[in-house]
């Protein structure tokens, strides 16, 4: 059974920093893309990075680029989202998924597996 379970979440100040993780499990990940997404109050579920589990290709939202960096480690089948000065409107509940899938633009994919979620609270 697949499960990806995701940790790392909390309440930060502005310009403060969070690292997120996100423990895989149940199969292997080598032709998948780990992608982590987030959801805001009253918003609709968005993408923030993506990563390709085999070569480490990255991908990010335009709003998160420079801010965050997601990273992957094989050894301990885990995905991590750096999230540097962080801001307000980066508050939101935090989703890590899985997608097989090798190639570029995932963010507009049908995810296979997706993690409960980790909440990240920015405030002013």
């Known amino acids: 059974q697949v499960q990806l379970v995701e940790s790392g979440g909390g309440l930060v100040q502005t310009g403060g920093s969070l690292r997120l993780s996100c423990a895989a499990s149940g199969r292997s990940f080598s032709r998948h893309t780990m992608t982590w997404f987030r959801q805001g109050p009253g918003k609709e579920r968005e993408f923030v990075a993506a990563?390709?589990?085999?070569?480490?290709?990255?991908y990010y939202a335009d709003s998160v680029k420079g801010r965050f960096t997601i990273s992957r480690d094989k050894a301990k089948n885990a995905v991590y989202l750096q999230m540097n000065s962080l801001r307000p409107e980066d508050t939101a509940v935090y989703y890590c998924?899985?997608?097989?899938?090798?190639?570029?633009?995932?963010?507009?994919?049908?995810?296979?597996?997706w993690g409960q979620g980790t909440q990240v609270t920015v405030s002013s």
């Open positions: 998924a899985a997608k097989y899938y090798t190639g570029d633009y995932p963010e507009g994919l049908q995810y296979d597996y």
């Open positions: 990563i390709n589990w085999s070569d480490g290709r990255t």
